[in-house]
């Protein structure tokens, strides 16, 4: 009750799939503007927050970045709906940009300045047993000074209890990883290395790069591209519950040469890193730790500055 008389409501700035996002002032100074982000509950299924949830996602206040959005506060209305005081953002998001190919053009230096920044996002995280779990580019919103920002925690959780085995039916269908798609339990901060690699993908070919309509398309988008996961290339994947995979044919797990076609444009540095962010066993996946000490980040072009990169109007 007290964390939400901070604030003064505003106007709708808009709506996702479960919240609605307003415009929102600190009371204590009015020049200070905030997002409020009102998730919907779905009250078929529960009678409103769990103060388990309200506690978990209070942690998340802890996680301060420069290419993480600000959580600032967290409070449950009387009308048993949570709301999340976010850092004002309002200069739209990494899929606006992507998609924009009429007025926007970007290179591989812009391409690994926002690489950039989303990995250290990411490798912050895991430093501090936090997976985000649903990383796309719409979720990369864009500062005013040009900066990323990943948005939206409201998947993420803390993997530091062993204990609670974890839902696989998390991250938007095409960057979801294929240990998640097999319905694995127990996974890592490979999940989200696999999103970024494919974020990466997308940056650079300005489509999305495994667009499955259904889990089964997803599942065969990603043996044709990357191979068939098998238990040569990946040991115990049969064993996951929901291992299915095109019976027709073995698909082989895809070369350097499979990359430098479409993702050359980045260098060979830029492929090899690439590839090593969409390898099917999450175990031998490269961390976001090991993303940020690659070769690729030292080689021509260097990064594009913040205030040079390109932006919408
Ligand atoms: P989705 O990710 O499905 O678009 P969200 O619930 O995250 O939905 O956000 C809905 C809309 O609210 C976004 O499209 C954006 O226009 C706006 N929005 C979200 N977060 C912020 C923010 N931090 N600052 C300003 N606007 C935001």
Same mark, same amino acid.
């Given at each position: 009750?007290?964390?939400?008389? /901070?604030?003064?409501?505003g106007?709708?700035?808009?709506?996702?799939?479960?919240?609605i996002?307003?415009?929102?002032?600190?009371?204590?100074?009015?020049?200070?503007?905030?997002?409020?982000? /009102?998730?919907?509950?779905?009250?078929?299924?529960?009678?409103?927050?769990?103060?388990?949830?309200?506690r978990?996602?209070?942690?998340?206040?802890?996680?301060r970045?420069?290419?993480?959005?600000?959580?600032?506060?967290?409070?449950?209305?009387?009308?048993?709906?949570?709301?999340?005081?976010?850092?004002?953002?309002?200069?739209?998001?990494?899929?606006?940009?992507?998609?924009?190919?009429?007025?926007?053009?970007y290179?591989?230096?812009?391409?690994?300045?926002?690489?950039?920044?989303?990995?250290?996002? #990411? *490798?912050?995280?895991?430093?501090?047993?936090?997976?985000?779990?649903?990383?796309?580019?719409?979720?990369?919103?864009?500062?005013?000074?040009?900066?990323? /920002?990943? *948005?939206?925690?409201?998947?993420?959780?803390?993997?530091?209890?062993?204990?609670?085995?974890?839902?696989?039916?998390?991250?938007?269908?095409?960057?979801?990883?294929?240990?998640?798609?097999?319905? *694995?339990?127990?996974?890592?901060?490979? #999940?989200?290395?696999?999103?970024?690699?494919?974020?990466?993908?997308?940056?650079?070919?300005?489509?999305?790069?495994?667009?499955?309509?259904?889990? #089964?398309?997803?599942?065969?988008?990603?043996?044709?591209?990357?191979?068939?996961?098998?238990?040569?290339?990946?040991?115990?994947?049969?064993?996951?519950?929901?291992?299915?995979?095109p019976?027709?044919?073995?698909?082989?797990?895809?070369?350097?040469?499979?990359?430098?076609?479409?993702?050359?444009?980045?260098?060979?540095?830029?492929?090899?890193?690439?590839?090593?962010?969409? #390898?099917?066993?999450?175990?031998?996946?490269?961390?976001?730790?090991?993303?940020?000490?690659?070769?690729?980040?030292?080689?021509?072009?260097?990064p594009?500055p913040?205030?040079?990169?390109?932006?919408?109007?």
């Open positions: 009750e007290e964390e939400k008389n /901070k604030y003064i409501k106007r709708e700035l808009g709506e996702g799939t479960y919240a996002v307003y415009e929102g002032r600190l009371r204590a100074d009015p020049t200070q503007l905030v997002a409020i982000k /009102k998730i919907k509950v779905q009250k078929e299924y529960s009678d409103g927050i769990a103060p388990d949830a309200v978990e996602i209070k942690f998340l206040q802890e996680l970045h420069a290419n993480i959005v600000r959580l600032h506060s967290v409070y449950s209305t009387r009308d048993q709906n949570l709301c999340l005081v976010l850092e004002h953002l309002p200069r739209g998001d990494l899929e606006m940009l992507i998609r924009d190919t009429a007025a926007v053009r290179g591989a230096a812009d391409i690994k300045a926002w690489m950039g920044m989303l990995c250290r996002a #990411v *490798a912050f995280c895991h430093d501090r047993a936090v997976l985000h779990r649903d990383i796309k580019p719409n979720n990369l919103l864009v500062a005013a000074d040009g900066a990323l /920002k990943l *948005a939206d925690f409201g998947l993420a959780r803390s993997c530091a209890d062993p204990y609670r085995p974890m839902t696989a039916n998390v991250i938007t269908r095409w960057y979801r990883p294929p240990e998640l798609l097999f319905g *694995a339990r127990h996974y890592t901060g490979g #999940v989200d290395v696999w999103s970024v690699g494919l974020v990466f993908a997308e940056l650079i070919i300005r489509n999305p790069y495994l667009p499955g309509n259904t889990e #089964v398309e997803q599942i065969n988008l990603i043996c044709r591209a990357l191979g068939t996961p098998t238990e040569e290339n990946w040991p115990g994947v049969t064993r996951l519950e929901s291992y299915t995979v019976t027709d044919r073995t698909y082989p797990v895809a070369g350097r040469e499979t990359f430098l076609g479409p993702f050359g444009t980045v260098g060979s540095d830029g492929v090899d890193l690439l590839m090593k962010t969409l #390898v099917l066993d999450p175990r031998r996946r490269i961390t976001s730790r090991a993303m940020l000490g690659h070769a690729w980040w030292h080689a021509e072009p260097r594009t913040i205030q040079d990169l390109p932006r919408r109007n």
